[in-house]
């Protein structure tokens, strides 16, 4: 018995072979690449655009019932390991501050709005834990939005923003993700305290409550973001602030930059960075 010819050869086949195993290749190496080897992609010279666009807006995100819901309930629960306030009140001024870093710098009032919204979202994920809160927080806002009709494009434009908005791991990836940090760690106040005994104060404590009047700056001409801080420095001193928030300041500045501007910090009308 003869045996079978064999098949003919086949170079295009070979050729596909060859170039599925060459994109493999260069896919691992790009994988196996090192934090320093990792060259994060240059910030867009100019203001970006989201499209298309979904039109929903902060006010409908505001009154969901489920937004309304778990923002309460993220609040209460850290009452209870005795955080400061992450309320209603910090929702609304960081949607307030994100908007406005993003409009002052000349970015379309979509984008804007996308700030706003990740803003009022960003704490929602400390209903479930404070730990890792950024990251259930943005799989928790990808329903809500959803629901509200959102976009792909726009979902995941906010829950970048959102699961990077914490210093421990967190990176500006985009502008609203950019404007988003700068508000949330602008907001020390004394206002955010909840103890009422000075004696039963911890750190965080001591110096949100020692802050006076906080307000962020946005020059559009110079670029430059300035945290500008009202300290009581008979509460608490300047080093104590940089002690539990430098972490947060150099992030900020990060972000800053993300947005082709400069982070400064001003207290007590002296610029100290």
Same mark, same amino acid.
């Given at each position: 018995?003869?045996?079978?010819?064999?098949?003919?050869?086949?170079?295009?086949?070979?050729?596909?072979?060859?170039?599925?195993?060459?994109?493999?290749?260069?896919?691992?190496?790009?994988?196996?690449?090192?934090?320093?080897?990792?060259?994060?992609?240059?910030?867009?010279?100019?203001?970006?655009?989201?499209?298309?666009?979904?039109?929903?807006?902060?006010?409908?995100?505001?009154?969901?019932?489920?937004?309304?819901?778990?923002?309460?309930?993220?609040?209460?629960?850290?009452?209870?390991?005795?955080?400061?306030?992450?309320?209603?009140?910090?929702?609304?001024?960081?949607?307030?501050?994100?908007?406005?870093?993003?409009?002052?710098?000349?970015?379309?009032?979509?984008?804007?709005?996308?700030?706003?919204? &990740? $803003?009022?979202?960003?704490?929602?994920?400390? %209903?479930? =834990? #404070?730990?890792?809160?950024?990251?259930?927080? @943005?799989?928790?806002?990808?329903?809500?939005?959803?629901?509200?009709?959102?976009?792909?494009?726009?979902?995941?434009?906010?829950?970048?923003?959102?699961?990077?908005?914490?210093?421990?791991?967190?990176?500006?990836?985009?502008?609203?993700?950019?404007?988003?940090?700068?508000?949330?760690?602008?907001?020390?106040?004394?206002?955010?305290?909840?103890?009422?005994?000075?004696?039963?104060?911890?750190?965080?404590?001591?110096?949100?409550?020692?802050?006076?009047?906080?307000?962020?700056?946005?020059?559009?001409?110079?670029?430059?973001?300035?945290?500008?801080?009202?300290?009581?420095?008979?509460? &608490? $001193?300047?080093?104590?602030?940089?002690?539990? %928030?430098? =972490? #947060?300041?150099?992030?900020?500045?990060?972000? @800053?930059?993300?947005?082709?501007?400069?982070?400064?910090?001003?207290?007590?009308?002296?610029?100290?960075?």
């Amino acid at each position: 018995m003869s045996r079978a010819a064999k098949p003919a050869a086949d170079p295009a086949g070979r050729g596909r072979t060859a170039t599925r195993v060459k994109a493999v290749e260069e896919a691992r190496d790009q994988l196996g690449r090192t934090a320093k080897e990792a060259v994060p992609a240059d910030p867009p010279s100019q203001p970006q655009e989201i499209r298309p666009s979904s039109q929903v807006t902060l006010a409908e995100v505001q009154g969901h019932e489920g937004v309304q819901t778990f923002i309460s309930l993220a609040d209460k629960y850290l009452g209870e390991i005795g955080y400061t306030e992450h309320g209603f009140r910090h929702a609304g001024l960081v949607a307030k501050i994100g908007f406005n870093v993003l409009h002052r710098l000349g970015f379309d009032d979509r984008m804007a709005e996308l700030a706003a919204i &990740a $803003g009022y979202l960003h704490d929602m994920g400390n %209903f479930v =834990s #404070r730990s890792l809160h950024s990251q259930t927080g @943005a799989s928790i806002t990808y329903d809500l939005l959803r629901d509200l009709g959102m976009s792909y494009k726009e979902v995941g434009v906010i829950l970048a923003a959102i699961g990077n908005h914490e210093e421990e791991f967190g990176t500006p990836v985009n502008p609203v993700g950019a404007a988003l940090i700068v508000a949330d760690k602008s907001d020390v106040h004394r206002s955010r305290v909840r103890v009422k005994d000075p004696t039963l104060f911890d750190i965080h404590d001591r110096v949100n409550h020692s802050v006076e009047h906080s307000f962020l700056r946005v020059d559009s001409e110079q670029r430059t973001l300035t945290l500008e801080l009202t300290i009581d420095t008979e509460l &608490a $001193g300047v080093m104590e602030y940089f002690e539990i %928030f430098l =972490s #947060r300041m150099i992030m900020c500045r990060r972000a @800053a930059e993300h947005l082709e501007s400069q982070f400064k910090i001003e207290i007590n009308g002296a610029k100290l960075l």
